[in-house]
C-alpha cells in the first residue's frame, strides 16, 4: 500500500523533526536557500497566471507546483521546521535540545530568506530590463500587494497586527498539513496529491506565509512600492514568523502526535 496510517507517519515526523535538528549547518543552509528561491518563483509563477488570466483562484491552483517540487527534493522551509522539530524535543529524542531546535529555526531563515532575496533581485532585474525601465504589470501588482499587506494592516494598529498574527497561524496549519501530506504516501504522485490540497487553500485564502513574503515585500521595495523595511518587518513579517510557528506547532503537530503518538490506552471491551 502507498499510504501510511497516521501512527506510521507521525512517527515519521519525530524522526525528520531529529534528523533535521542534527543536520550540518551547510546542509541546512543549502537547502533552505534553494526552499526559499523556488518557492519564491512560484509566486512569481502564481501572480502572474493571476494577472495574465484576471483570475487569482487560477494562480492559487498552481502555486503549489512550487512547494511539491522543493519537499520532493528535500529542500526545507522554515514553516515546515517550526512543526517537525520541536517534536524531537518533545518525544525526548537523545541529544535533541532546546538550543538545537533553536539553531536549526535560526539557520532555515537565513537561508529562506537568501534564497527568496536572490529571486527577488533576478525577478526585479527581469522585470525592468535591468532596472532600465517601469516594472509591468506584475511588477505593479507584487508592489501593490506589498503595499495592502503592510501599511493596509498597519491602518488598524494592534487590531491589524493581531489580525497578520491570525493569518500567519491559518496559513500554517495548512502548509504543514502540506507537510505531513509528504509523508502519507510513499508514491510520489500521492505526495503531490496530499501536498496539493492545503497548499492550494491556504495561497487561495491570502493567509500570510512568512517564506513567501519574504520574497513578495523585498520585490514590491525594489519595484517602487510605498512602504519601508521597517514597514515589511513590523507589520508583517514578524507577526507572520510568530503566527505560522503557533498555528503549525498548535493545529498539527502537537495534535497529531498527541492523538497518534502518545495517545491514551484504548478501552478494554
Not at 537568501?114 to 501588482?141: D, H
Not at 487590531?159 to 500554517?172: D, E, K, P, Q, V
Request: charged share 10%; proline share 3%; hydrophobic share 55%.
Amino acid at each position: 500500500m502507498s499510504y501510511l496510517v497516521p501512527s506510521e507517519f507521525v512517527t515519521k515526523m519525530v524522526d525528520a523533526g531529529e534528523s533535521k535538528i542534527f543536520m550540518s549547518t551547510r546542509d541546512t543552509l543549502i537547502r533552505a536557500f534553494m526552499a526559499g528561491a523556488i518557492l519564491a518563483l512560484a509566486a512569481v509563477f502564481a501572480i502572474s497566471v493571476a494577472v495574465q488570466t484576471g483570475s487569482p483562484l487560477v494562480g492559487a491552483i498552481l502555486f503549489p507546483v512550487g512547494f511539491c517540487m522543493l519537499y520532493l527534493m528535500g529542500f526545507d522551509l522554515l514553516t515546515g521546521v517550526f512543526v517537525l522539530a520541536p517534536l524531537a524535543l518533545i518525544d525526548k529524542r537523545a541529544g535533541v535540545t532546546l538550543g538545537g531546535v533553536l539553531r536549526n529555526w535560526g539557520l532555515v531563515f537565513v537561508g529562506n530568506f537568501g534564497g527568496a532575496l536572490t529571486v527577488a533581485f533576478m525577478m526585479a532585474f527581469v522585470f525592468t530590463y535591468g532596472f532600465s525601465i517601469e516594472p509591468g504589470a506584475v511588477g505593479q501588482k507584487i508592489a501593490t500587494i506589498g503595499e495592502s499587506r503592510t501599511l493596509g494592516y498597519a491602518e488598524f494598529g494592534v487590531s491589524g497586527w493581531i489580525t497578520i498574527f491570525i493569518r500567519g497561524m491559518l496559513c500554517n496549519w495548512m502548509v504543514s498539513m502540506g507537510v505531513v501530506g509528504a509523508m502519507i504516501s510513499t508514491s510520489v504522485s500521492g505526495k503531490v496529491i496530499a501536498m496539493w490540497m492545503p497548499i492550494m487553500l491556504f495561497f487561495a485564502m491570502a493567509f500570510e506565509h512568512s517564506v513567501v513574503n519574504m520574497f513578495l515585500f523585498p520585490s514590491g521595495i525594489i519595484m517602487g512600492g510605498g512602504f519601508s523595511i521597517m514597514d515589511y518587518f513590523i507589520w508583517n513579517e514578524i507577526p507572520t514568523v510568530l503566527g505560522n510557528l503557533v498555528g503549525g506547532l498548535a493545529f498539527t503537530g502537537l495534535t497529531l502526535y498527541s492523538t497518534h503518538v502518545r495517545t491514551a490506552p484504548k478501552r478494554s471491551l
